[in-house]
């Protein structure tokens, strides 16, 4: 048996470890021929190449439109496709093209992840050179920096220069960096993860006029830029004094997201965000990356982190991605990491997609297992029944799924706080944070014009929920006090969730099953979910607590829990269950956060007076009606301070008579 060949790339040429002559007995491609990875097939066709005579190069790949990993790719002769004449050109250029069509064309199942040929030509079309493998050179490194992979560019900036001057100086150069080390990270065609940010000649001004317009119109919008030792520019990020207002007030559980969207060319986009109390979507912060790698996202959650005051979220919400797990360990470590569970539901069948098809009951006991089960031992039985019952024992997503369960099985998660973003609220595209698709032939100026347009386009939506809620009462559907309590307090939107679980009490019986000093613990059969909960209610402490967990994961009480409370004798909501973020006043917290006399330093005084204003004109822009309030109490207020300051100067500077 011949020994592996050994593939050495050199200065961009492919050196094999020892000598190949024509004839050679190793495998040739053919259709069906498997390969574990896209690199090993890569590797695998520029080796018989060699062999035979002839360069390869990359013609066209797909990716898929779910995770955007790369899922087909079409490996060709370098000579295949022909010489584009033009018949202005002065001067004409030697071509290597004469329309070979020697190829081998791979793509990746969706089943088991392998690589197979599903289509090889052999036949070319002019004479190989056999015998002359050592100066066959490799494509990779030229195919890798084509504009269709992705971002492989970047403009240069003058080293130790301010942040503005860096922009601007790198809008005016347009000078474009091409990563020319990339063919020394081996075969993987532009596979691999890392990229660099890119940019094309004027689009540094773009982001200069951007920044410099936002920080206009919004007076604490913030911007950070990283670069890296050669003071190119790697990543941005930045959030508007919106996004910096919101998080005050929900910034309880935050959910970040990266996608791909296309503006010409390939940008990695991230997002974080949350929910008001109206259900709807904020923004608090936005990024454009360079690659998906673990210390890109530390450097954009200690970025983000910073502009919001360095308040640590108590959930944050993700896909399963290592690299963001690692990331959030290191920056995040006091905050609560748990995946989105729709998103891994929601994968079932792209992983398992011809699987589920042969076995239609599978997802019924994929469900059971993660929503039914109460307790740990309780799932940790169900996960292996299933895997045993449908010999799944193999399958690796599975087994990473199992090794990461305390980041989305719900019974490791009693007690934190989603907010409903671990379900369909998070920004899982572009086209949802704006609404309306975005063109692939959308240039970056045109696509910061549509990022504001959200922004004001999301700031009228809230101004509408806030002025329904405060101005509509909601129908009541039963005498329940509950219900009554809660449609003074809460929003319209979390209002009509919590009306569904007094309505669904009817459907509940209660049992009491033990008393333990203050501790009382009830039984409550669902007869609507056809379950049994558990509800434990101390009445010296007013806690309660329900094996559903409903208010732990989404903020407000559970129907199990109300008629526990009825069971009890108990007529009003005890005020812990009542959470701010979920109340019509949630936003108001426009209070000093010291006592003046305290507050010596002037620059202190500037920045809490700053941080108000920013408060109050958040608040007093929602409607004309509050915007007239607050103008004539500034106006008065302009008028009292005027008068004290006077009084100061006069003793500080006191008037001298001359004899």
């Known amino acids: 048996m011949d020994p592996p060949v050994q593939l050495h790339l050199v200065g961009g040429v492919v050196f094999v470890g020892e000598t190949a002559q024509p004839g050679d007995p190793r495998p040739e491609p053919c259709e069906g021929m498997e390969f574990d990875s896209y690199e090993e097939a890569f590797a695998f066709y520029i080796a018989y190449g060699r062999r035979e005579g002839f360069r390869v190069s990359t013609k066209s790949s797909r990716r898929s439109k779910k995770d955007n990993d790369y899922v087909e790719a079409k490996l060709v002769c370098w000579r295949s496709g022909k010489k584009i004449e033009k018949p202005q050109a002065l001067y004409r250029r030697r071509s290597s093209k004469i329309g070979c069509n020697a190829a081998m064309h791979v793509r990746k199942r969706d089943v088991d992840k392998k690589w197979f040929v599903y289509h090889f030509v052999k036949e070319h079309n002019h004479e190989l050179a056999r015998g002359s493998s050592r100066l066959i050179r490799s494509q990779a490194e030229a195919d890798s920096a084509t504009p269709a992979d992705g971002i492989g560019r970047a403009l240069c900036a003058a080293s130790g220069a301010k942040r503005s001057r860096i922009l601007a100086e790198m809008g005016r150069k347009g000078c474009i960096y091409e990563n020319a080390g990339r063919a020394e990270e081996g075969l993987g065609n532009g596979l691999e993860r890392e990229r660099h940010f890119s940019l094309e000649e004027g689009h540094a001004r773009v982001l200069l006029d951007f920044f410099t317009h936002m920080q206009k119109v919004n007076p604490s919008f913030l911007y950070t830029l990283d670069l890296d030792d050669q003071q190119r520019l790697k990543n941005v990020f930045w959030v508007d004094s919106k996004g910096r207002h919101d998080y005050i007030s929900f910034g309880d559980a935050v959910s970040v997201d990266t996608m791909y969207i296309t503006i010409k060319y390939k940008v990695l986009f991230s997002a974080v965000s949350g929910l008001n109390h ?176 959200a922004l004001n386009d999301r700031c009228e939506k809230e101004a509408k929920a806030d002025f329904e809620t405060w101005h509509s009462k909601p129908t009541l559907k039963s005498p329940s006090p509950y219900e009554m309590q809660a449609s003074l307090v809460y929003t319209r939107y979390v209002f ?164």
């Open 278 to 453: 109206h259900g709807q979507q904020l923004l608090f912060g936005c990024a454009i990356l360079s690659d998906e790698t673990t210390a890109t996202f530390v450097w954009l959650m200690k970025s983000w982190l910073k502009a919001v005051g360095g308040k640590v979220p108590q959930t944050i919400i993700t896909d399963q991605d290592e690299a963001l797990k690692s990331a959030i360990k290191r920056a995040l470590p006091n905050s609560k990491h748990r995946f989105c569970i729709w998103d891994i539901k929601r994968k079932i069948s792209e992983k398992l997609g011809h699987f589920t098809c042969q076995h239609k009951n599978f997802i019924d006991e994929f469900s059971k297992c993660v929503f039914k089960s109460r307790t740990d031992k309780e799932f940790e039985t169900r996960w292996d029944e299933m895997i045993d019952k449908f010999e799944l024992q193999e399958n690796d997503w599975l087994k990473k799924l199992y090794e990461d369960r305390k980041y989305w099985i719900p019974i490791f998660l009693k007690e934190t706080l989603s907010v409903g973003l671990s379900s369909s609220q998070r920004i899982e595209n572009i086209n949802f944070l704006f609404d309306k698709p975005v063109s692939r032939r959308c240039t970056l100026k045109e696509f910061l014009k549509r990022y504001e347009d």
């Open 496 to 659: 009509e969730k919590f009306q569904a679980e007094v309505m669904g009490t009817r459907a509940c019986h209660v049992f009491r099953e033990k008393e333990d000093g203050q501790t009382v613990t009830f039984c409550v059969k669902d007869l609507e979910q056809d379950e049994e909960f558990i509800v434990t209610w101390n009445g010296a402490e007013s806690k309660i607590s329900c094996l559903c967990c409903s208010f732990e994961f989404y903020g407000y009480l559970c129907r199990h829990a109300m008629i526990a409370f009825q069971f009890s004798g108990v007529s009003k909501l005890p005020s812990p269950y009542i959470l701010k973020r979920w109340t019509k006043d949630a936003k108001c917290h426009l209070t000093l956060c010291r006592e003046p006399d305290a507050v010596t330093s002037r620059l202190k005084r500037f920045n809490d007076l700053c941080q108000q204003a920013i408060r109050l004109a958040n608040e007093a822009s929602l409607t004309q009606e509050s915007y007239n309030i607050s103008l004539f109490a500034l106006e008065e207020v302009k008028g009292k301070y005027a008068n004290v300051v006077d009084s100061h100067v006069a003793v500080a500077n006191p008037t001298h008579f001359n004899n």
